[in-house]
């Protein structure tokens, strides 16, 4: 059974960093598409970064420049650097991943990632 424990969290103002954290348990890592996603309230779920097996990664528009994603595979974790936090970067952070190394098709709105971390809290204030 894999599990993804998700830390890091907080409150911020605006122009603060943070880096979420999120340890894999029960599997070998490096064989998983990863991917963090936010949710603010009232809004749809929004993948923001994505990283594969081999280290490449993505970003959603908004964030790029901002956010940085990257995994140890001797730690078995995963991260999100957030840098410039914006009040509209306030939502909860979740991490994912899948059995997809390549991450293929994953930017799809309708792929389901099979493993979620239970969430962490951001709050940025103006």
């Known amino acids: 059974q894999v599990q993804l424990v998700v830390s890091g969290g907080g409150s911020v103002q605006a122009g603060g960093s943070l880096r979420l954290s999120c340890a894999v348990f029960?599997?070998?890592?490096?064989?998983?598409?990863m991917r963090w996603f936010r949710q603010a309230p009232g809004k749809a779920r929004e993948g923001v970064a994505r990283?594969?097996?081999?280290?490449?990664?993505t970003y959603t528009d908004s964030v790029k420049g901002r956010f940085t994603i990257s995994q140890d595979n001797v730690k078995n974790t995963l991260y999100l650097r957030i840098n410039s936090l914006q009040p509209e970067d306030t939502a909860m952070y979740y991490c994912a991943a899948d059995p997809n190394p390549n991450c293929r098709n994953t930017q799809s709105r309708n792929y389901e990632f099979l493993y979620w971390g239970q969430g962490t809290q951001v709050t940025v204030s103006s």
């Open positions: 990283i594969d097996s081999a280290g490449g990664t």
């Open positions: 029960g599997s070998t890592y490096g064989s998983y598409c």
